[in-house]
């Protein structure tokens, strides 16, 4: 792994809709590098964190850095050296897939040729190149999941967001995707992604943060986990964290 600096820095980040609070003072940071792992129960503020760390929610307090740039006050900058999958891909459905890398592209002011170079290679490189020229409207799930991706990796960026990236893909394109994420962190990119999956995270990330009804209560990486918590799997630490005890006790009674 690829020593640097944080390129992710969230500090006592909040966001309350009303007096009811999403996401309370969640302070972490996410260096080049390394894959962070973010994980917690449906609802506990996963989503709302990293959009606000994607800079499409404005935080009610607290602050959040991008590649140094702070994400409200510096947004262009923050959101330039970003790539962003959210968990359900809203893609332009009439653009064929070519052409949406090269709309992206053009979004982060690159030069047409090596927007075409590099799209060419994203292409190649997720399987889609014969469906290139079909628009977005017709992929699969799956398609769409790496056409998402290929279009936050157009631009090479330094800071990678993802939401629940594997949901819905076959095993072969689950396996892709991690393993272009590995490449991305060891060249020293910062990559945060969000999963259910605990297997992912516990075998893939480098370190890994749990957050529940909005407030960040544990982070650290898996040995330094399993020696807070005293448990050896990332199961066992996330539901022991979370509450969650009582229903594995209960499913390991009716199997």
């Not at 020293?188 to 075998?203: K, P, R, Y």
């Amino acid at each position: 792994m690829v020593e640097q600096n944080s390129l992710i820095e969230t500090s006592h980040l909040t966001k309350r809709y009303g007096d009811k609070p999403a996401v309370e003072a969640v302070s972490f940071q996410v260096r080049g590098g390394e894959i962070f792992g973010f994980l917690g129960p449906n609802g506990a503020g996963k989503t709302t964190t990293i959009k606000m760390i994607a800079g499409l929610l404005h935080p009610t307090s607290g602050s959040v850095k991008v590649g140094g740039y702070d994400v409200v006050h510096q947004p262009i900058q923050a959101k330039s050296c970003c790539g962003y999958v959210p968990d359900t891909p809203n893609l332009y459905a009439k653009l064929t897939g070519r052409e949406l890398l090269y709309f992206v592209g053009d979004l982060y002011s690159l030069d047409r040729d090596q927007t075409m170079r590099r799209s060419e290679e994203l292409l190649n490189l997720f399987s889609l190149a014969d469906a290139a020229d079909d628009t977005t409207d017709s992929y699969s799930h799956g398609m769409r999941q790496k056409v998402s991706l290929a279009a936050a990796l157009v631009h090479d960026p330094r800071v990678l967001i993802l939401d629940e990236p594997t949901v819905g893909l076959d095993p072969k394109s689950a396996r892709l995707i991690k393993n272009i994420l590995r490449q991305l962190a060891d060249r020293g990119a910062a990559v945060m992604l969000s999963t259910h999956i605990l297997e992912i995270a516990q075998n893939m990330c480098d370190r890994i943060g749990i957050i529940d009804h909005g407030s960040l209560i544990a982070a650290g990486t898996m040995e330094e986990l399993r020696k807070n918590q005293g448990e050896s799997s990332l199961e066992d630490i996330f539901l022991s964290l979370t509450g969650g005890v009582e229903y594995a006790e209960i499913a390991q009674v009716l199997k």
